[in-house]
């Protein structure tokens, strides 16, 4: 079970991380690159839709319990499992090259501030409007690209060597790989 | 392309209605007790994973707040470079005052003790053309109502005189000035001579040196002289301290005696000084002197000799002092030898 431990660990790490240090920082205009995201992101590549959705699920309950606790418990859990699920259903599209995971985690992260914000506005938050959501959608994706090269390209690294010790799921041949990558 | 299954969709419905649940229960008002246990099971967490964050990150962070202040502290620091240049300015300019108004104060009471009338001046450059004469500028002039001839004083003793005068500035011959001779006596009016510059006197240390017309006077280390004055007060007024005779030069067979003497004013610190110009209604004698130090310098205990008995001088010796001859005798040092046999007494 490495990947599972090597998920929980990750998850753990980068909750942490995220929330002891990344939100502690005095980042310019109050928004800083989202870990966890990002590590959801790449564990739901290599995962199916369930996994994925799991990850997510827990790691944003790991974020909704830890301070400072501005918003509903539950919140970023909910959109976080719905992000891993989605990207985990990604994961088999055949044109593949080396940015892929890149793009799919601008997508995610704007999705993951879409969806907050969209949650929000069911939930009647004050704080959340049309234009603060953009612009702290855009400013998050921005800052978490900034620092993606420092999380998925170790991680995507990590999980293909775990992988490749066993039998990876069907369509992760390792010629395709080799051809295309 | 999307890759699920009916048992990946069953979960995330779970997954969402268990996350919809969760936010339901904890927006009621006053929260619910599972989410409450959550929520400090994550500070729990979240306080000591911060500490050492904030421990391992200290450098870090510091670093960071530095880069993020930087453009800003550059400007900052050039500001307060800037008001740190203005205010040493400031301190200096200060103490420079500070030292001024001590000088101009130690030279009204000197002049306002002689009464005399000066007109305060500030030693602008010390000229020294050719490195000769001993001379100084002063920002007074004829404007002021300096003219030449006339006393130049500060705080502690005699300077100089004007030697010339222009509208708004005047050349001060220092008495240290080897042209420069003035005629004096010790204090307690005890015996007449004169001082010279001797400022460029080869192989001669002291920059004054005293000689006394009576070559059997005797004269000690430690008395002090004041000007004698000289005839209607011009160029030199009475009662102004010169110097301390520091030592006494054996000259057998010579005419006079001649002894070297400490000018009362430090020359290389000229600063604030005052033209006399009008010199006391009667001579102040030797009032001006500071108070003798505690050491006994003098052995000869002359009891004239204390600055405050100056009333009990010797009559004869006022008379001399303001007689024309003794005017003469300070202009011109060759006049000098008639002088002592007619000052016995």
């Given at each position: ?181 | ?146 003219r030449s001839n006339m006393t ?9 005189r004007v030697v010339?005068v ?7 011959l ?56 000289s005839?209607?007060q011009v160029p030199f ?94 202009q ?14």
């Amino acid at each position: 079970m490495g990947r599972t431990a090597s998920a929980v660990i990750a998850i753990v790490f980068a909750v942490l991380l995220q929330s002891a240090l990344v939100n502690r920082l005095p980042l310019p205009w109050g928004v800083g690159p989202d870990l966890v995201v990002l590590v959801v992101t790449a564990l739901a590549l290599r995962a199916t839709p369930s996994a994925g959705a799991l990850a997510g699920f827990t790691a944003g309950l790991a974020m909704d319990v830890m301070p400072p606790a501005e918003h509903e418990i539950g919140r970023y859990a909910l959109v976080l499992g719905v992000a891993g699920y989605m990207v985990g259903s990604l994961r088999d599209t055949s044109w593949r090259s080396g940015l892929w995971p890149y793009g799919v985690a601008a997508m995610a992260v704007f999705g993951v501030a879409l969806g907050y914000a969209f949650v929000g506005a069911i939930l009647a938050d004050p704080r959340v409007s049309l234009s603060s959501t953009l612009t702290l959608g855009g400013l998050s994706v921005v800052m978490t690209m900034l620092v993606s090269p420092l999380v998925l390209t170790p991680m995507l690294k990590v999980m293909r060597r775990l992988n490749r010790d066993r039998f990876g799921p069907i369509g992760e041949a390792p010629w395709i790989e080799g051809v295309l990558r | 392309m999307l890759r699920d299954t009916s048992r990946s969709r069953l979960l995330l419905g779970v997954l969402i209605v268990l996350s919809i649940a969760l936010i339901v229960l904890d927006s009621r008002e006053g929260g619910h007790p599972v989410t409450a246990a959550a929520r400090s099971a994550g500070s729990a967490v979240f306080m000591p994973a911060a500490k050492s964050v904030s421990t391992v990150a200290e450098p870090v962070t510091g670093f960071y707040e530095t880069l993020a202040a930087a453009p800003d502290a550059r400007r900052r620091i050039a500001e307060l470079r800037e008001r740190n240049t203005e205010l040493s300015r400031q301190l200096a300019a200060r103490d420079n005052d500070e030292g001024r108004m001590r000088q101009l104060r130690t030279l009204l009471n000197l002049s306002g003790r002689g009464g005399y009338t000066i007109v305060p001046a500030h030693a602008v450059t010390r000229l020294t053309v050719q490195g000769y004469g001993d001379t100084v500028t002063l920002d007074v002039g004829h404007a002021d109502g300096v003219r030449s001839n006339m006393t130049v004083v500060n705080g502690q003793g005699l300077v100089g005189r004007v030697v010339k005068v222009s509208q708004h500035t005047s050349t001060l011959l220092l008495i240290t000035d080897t042209g420069s001779s003035v005629g004096a006596r010790l204090e307690g009016s005890k015996e007449i001579g004169m001082i010279t510059g001797r400022s460029h006197t080869v192989g001669k240390e002291s920059m004054l040196g005293f000689e006394l017309m009576d070559a059997t006077a005797s004269v000690s280390k430690g008395e002090r002289i004041v000007t004698l004055g000289s005839y209607r007060q011009v160029p030199f007024v009475p009662g102004v301290p010169v110097g301390t005779v520091d030592h006494v030069e054996d000259t057998p067979g010579a005419l006079t005696r001649t002894a070297k003497v400490i000018p009362a004013v430090d020359f290389s610190r000229l600063d604030i000084v005052g033209v006399v110009v009008e010199g006391p209604a009667t001579d102040p004698r030797d009032s001006l002197l500071p108070p003798k130090p505690e050491e006994p310098t003098r052995p000869t205990s002359e009891p004239s000799a204390e600055p405050g008995v100056q009333a009990s001088a010797s009559p004869e010796a006022d008379s001399a002092e303001r007689s024309p001859r003794q005017t003469e005798s300070e202009q011109d040092p060759s006049a000098s030898p008639s002088e002592p046999a007619r000052r016995q007494d």
